[in-house]
T-cell receptor
Framework: GDSVTQMEGPVTLSEEAFLTINCTYT??????LFWYVQYPGEGLQLLLK?????DKGSNKGFEATYRKETTSFHLEKGSVQVSDSAVYFC????????????FGAGTRLFVKA | SQTIHQWPATLVQPVGSPLSLECTVE??????LYWYRQAAGRGLQLLFY????GQISSEVPQNLSASRPQDRQFILSSKKLLLSDSGFYLC???WGAGTDTQYFGPGTRLTVL
């Protein structure tokens, strides 16, 4: 079945450091790919998404490119801030009529001042 | 815009007691609705989803049940809680064929003692 694998955390960075969180997926068909973010004690919210190969999603300085050849959707940010500390989830949703979104296990990011 | 409401925000219940968590959706009608559980420090586990009134699909056999009495109301229940039911419960809504963004509520923190 479909699955999402993302790097284990926690990831600890200093403010203004470069961030990469790796995400790879296995899916049949042509899924849409997502990054969600969860701040402490809150629900998830969409950070960015891409719906087809080579699309780049971007928001709040974060970027991710849908790479079909490597089945990857790595999240990057050039300069992290303390306020970026959160848990980040990579996810895919089926393009073949399925109603479910498959989430990765989540990666916790700590950013130190 | 789509807003997902959940209540209560926190709940402490004794083992063996019943449970009822409610989720309501503001915005566009005919959402697909989802219940997830997130154990401490873990990823999301899909419990139930619903594509219409009275239509419930269960993903994980357990002592929980779900109901959808109205188009934008989704209820998670249990007749007798177990210690292992403790966790953070998230309701989500999506529209379309499953390839679209999911919108999450703020979550309910359930502690079973």
């Amino acid at each position: 079945g479909d699955s999402v694998t993302q790097m284990e955390g926690p990831v600890t960075l200093s403010e203004e450091a470069f961030l990469t969180i790796n995400c790879t997926y296995t899916a049949t068909g042509y899924p849409s790919l997502f990054w969600y973010v969860q701040y402490p004690g809150e629900g998830l919210q969409l950070l960015l998404k891409a719906t087809k190969a080579d699309d780049k999603g971007s928001n709040k300085g974060f970027e991710a490119t849908y790479r079909k050849e490597t089945t990857s959707f790595h999240l990057e940010k050039g300069s992290v801030q303390v306020s970026d500390s959160a848990v980040y989830f990579c996810a895919l949703s089926a393009g073949t009529g399925g109603f479910k979104t498959i989430f990765g296990a989540g990666t916790r990011l700590f950013v130190k001042a | 815009s789509q807003t997902i409401h959940q209540w209560p925000a926190t709940l402490v219940q004794p083992v063996g007691s019943p449970l009822s968590l409610e989720c309501t959706v503001e915005g566009t009608s005919n959402p697909n609705l989802y219940w997830y559980r997130q154990a401490a420090g873990r990823g999301l586990q899909l419990l139930f989803y619903s594509v219409g009134i009275g239509q419930i699909s269960s993903e994980v056999p357990q002592n929980l049940s779900a109901s959808r009495p109205q188009d934008r109301q989704f209820i998670l229940s249990s007749k007798k809680l177990l210690l292992s039911d403790s966790g953070f419960y998230l309701c989500a809504a999506g529209w379309g064929a499953g390839t679209d963004t999911q919108y999450f509520g703020p979550g309910t923190r359930l502690t079973v003692l």
